[in-house]
Antibody, heavy 125, light 107 residues
Framework: QVQLQQSGPGLVKPSQTLSLTCTVS??????????WSWIRQHPGKGLEWIGY???????YYNPSLKSRVSISIDTSQNQFSLKLSSVTAADTAVYYC?????????????????WGQGTLVTVSS | DIQMTQSPSSLSASIGDRVIITCRAS??????LAWYQQKAGKAPNLLLY???RLHSGVPSRFSGSGSGTDYSLTVSSLQPEDFATYYC?????????FGQGTKVEIK
């Protein structure tokens, strides 16, 4: 059974960079069978998709965050990471990592079938 | 971006009730729609994808239908563990977007 375990600080100062890591167990990231996504949820609000990474390192980001976000992958550690720079209070949210199936044609299927436990990140001085 | 509008935003229902939640996309999404259930303090769980395909392990009382811009999630007989917030999610066009959620509460 695949599991996604998130790690990273829950408090980040304004203007600094938010960094989170998602470690996958029960399957190999380098299999190429899946894409790996980050999603966030502002307190009491809905969900916002941030972006995804493939085992090759290729990425796609939500244009609303593209200038500040970076998602990377470390196949040797079976983990992928999120960096969000120049954070403000508006970036306070619960951040989730998730797995996305891969289509036979090669692209992401889009639906997210396994999720990490979530990390509340508060941006405050 | 494709806007996803769910209705209602909340509802009260009793055990055994049939519940229907709808989701309207701002443009056609060709059945590229998923539904998730989220309980307080937990991550969302995938219920259905491709509008009507049940994810592995999800009870058959959950079903989905729709086409074009209009989709629905039906719970045929509400169980105590079904009280939660439900989200629709379109993955037809990037950036993927979600509905605002429908909270199902106990009447």
């Amino acid at each position: 059974q695949v599991q996604l375990q998130q790690s990273g600080p829950g408090l980040v100062k304004p203007s600094q960079t938010l960094s989170l890591t998602c470690t996958v167990s029960g399957g190999s990231i380098s299999s190429g069978a899946y894409y790996w996504s980050w999603i966030r949820q502002h307190p009491g609000k809905g969900l916002e998709w941030i972006g995804y990474v493939y085992y090759s390192g290729s990425t796609y980001y939500n244009p609303s965050l593209k200038s500040r976000v970076s998602i990377s992958i470390d196949t040797s550690q079976n983990q992928f990471s999120l960096k969000l720079s120049s954070v403000t209070a508006a970036d306070t949210a619960v951040y989730y990592c998730a797995r996305d199936d891969r289509l036979p044609s090669g692209g992401p299927a889009g639906y997210l079938d396994y999720w990490g436990q979530g990390t509340l990140v508060t941006v405050s001085s | 971006d494709i806007q996803m509008t769910q209705s209602p935003s909340s509802l009260s229902a009793s055990i055994g009730d049939r519940v229907i939640i709808t989701c309207r996309a701002s443009q056609g999404i060709n059945n590229s729609l998923a539904w998730y259930q989220q309980k307080a303090g937990k991550a969302p769980n995938l219920l259905l994808y491709a509008a009507s395909r049940l994810h592995s392990g999800v009870p058959s009382r959950f079903s989905g239908s729709g086409s074009g811009t209009d989709y629905s999630l039906t719970v045929s007989s509400l169980q105590p563990e079904d009280f939660a917030t439900y989200y629709c999610h379109q993955y037809y066009s990037s950036p993927w977007t979600f509905g605002q959620g429908t909270k199902v509460e106990i009447k």
